[in-house]
């Protein structure tokens, strides 16, 4: 999950991503962010979506080049219910076709798998062939509804396994984070920030 092949690191994220997560969707291009949100979304409805996503029942997975969060994969689940979710996917322009989106995906439906979600949800427009692909590729059925299309994925039941790969990539994720915010603060030591 937390391989380098093309340049990425992948974690969860925490609530002190918030920012970077609000600027990341900020800096989606117009067609991307379409299909993200499945409508027009200007700057004001991505800041407060950011603002409110860091809650219990939503779990967010990043990937990071060079230290910039490019991309993202959210799980939140559904209702009050215990064993639905919905996913939702972002890797910016520049970043899109290089493998991202698939591992995000792996990382989501791991975490999901864990947690004894049941059903995934996925949600695009019926023209995002991309975010389709994505899903069929993940095991989801397809099915189209007027100009959307819902992709709906049941992932296995925890095992021993399963765990152990998570809190493995928690481990990773954890010391990478780590040495990122080190590196950060000698820059801003070198530059003389606050
Ligand atoms: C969907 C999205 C997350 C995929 O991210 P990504 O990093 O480009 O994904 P990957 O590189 O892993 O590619 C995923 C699959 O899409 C395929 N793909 C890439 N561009 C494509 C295109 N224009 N048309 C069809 N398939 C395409 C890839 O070939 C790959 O399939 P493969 O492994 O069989 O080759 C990204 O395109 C995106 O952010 N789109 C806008 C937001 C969005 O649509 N979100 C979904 C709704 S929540």
Redesign the pocket.
């Known amino acids: 999950m937390n391989d380098h092949s093309d340049g990425g690191s992948i974690r969860k994220l925490w609530a002190a991503d918030g920012p970077a997560f609000r600027d990341h969707l900020l800096r989606?291009d117009p067609?991307?962010?379409r299909?993200?949100?499945?409508m027009v979304a200007g700057d004001e409805f991505i800041s407060r979506y950011a603002k409110t996503s860091f809650t219990l029942d939503t779990l967010i997975h990043g990937v990071f080049v060079d230290g910039h969060l490019v991309?993202v994969?959210e799980l939140r689940k559904l209702g009050t219910s215990r064993t639905e979710a919905e996913?939702?996917?972002?890797?910016?322009?520049d970043?899109?076709?290089?493998?991202?989106?698939?591992?995000?995906?792996k990382a989501v439906v791991l975490s999901a798998r864990n947690r004894r979600i049941r059903r995934i949800y996925?949600?695009?427009?019926a023209s995002?062939?991309?975010?389709?692909?994505?899903a069929l590729?993940a095991g989801a059925e397809l099915e189209y509804e007027g100009g959307d299309v819902v992709g709906l994925m049941v992932p296995e039941t925890p095992s021993p396994v399963s765990i152990l790969r998570e809190a493995m990539g928690d481990g990773y994720g954890w010391a990478t984070a780590v040495v990122e915010l080190q590196r950060r603060s000698v820059i801003d030591g070198l530059f003389g920030r606050a």
């Open positions: 989606l067609a991307t962010r299909n993200r949100f499945g991309g994969g996913a939702a996917f972002s890797v910016e322009r970043h899109q076709g290089h493998g991202f989106g698939s591992r995000l995906m996925m949600n695009c427009l995002n062939s991309q975010m389709q692909r994505l590729k």
